[in-house]
């Protein structure tokens, strides 16, 4: 008759740990770390290349970056050179239907900063 015993197949040494859930946890979020390390750096690699091309990476870009806006942009240099205030010019460029890239009506203070980069 043979002998059944109970002993299993492999031991474990003592100083030996088995993988368990905690184990496989730390090593999903050592492996999303490296990810997200990889990720920020192309990002930020992506970004020094956009400034190096276009002097800026974030943000809205500034009126007349768009070459249907380069019309208008001219329109208001134009009309800042013949000495109108903001607020006129403001007043003209929606007076011929031209609207501000929103779609609304053109204001001083837009007019303003648009004027004041070009300085």
Not at 42 to 60: A, H, P, T, V, W
Not at 92 to 109: D, E, H, M, T, V
Request: aromatic letters at 8%.
């Amino acid at each position: 008759m043979p002998i059944i015993t109970t002993k299993p197949a492999y031991e474990t040494p003592a100083n030996e740990k088995l993988p368990n859930a905690t184990d496989a946890s730390e090593l999903f979020d050592a492996f999303l770390q490296v990810e997200r390390r990889r990720l920020v750096e192309r990002l930020r690699k992506g970004r020094e290349l956009s400034r190096r091309i276009y002097g800026r990476c974030e943000g809205q870009k500034p009126y007349g970056h768009y070459s249907a806006e380069r019309a208008t942009l001219e329109l208001i240099y134009e009309l800042r050179r013949n000495r109108l205030t903001s607020r006129e010019i403001a007043a003209s460029l929606n007076g011929r239907g031209l609207y501000a890239r929103s779609g609304k009506p053109w204001q001083a203070a837009i007019i303003s900063r648009i004027i004041r980069r070009a300085k």
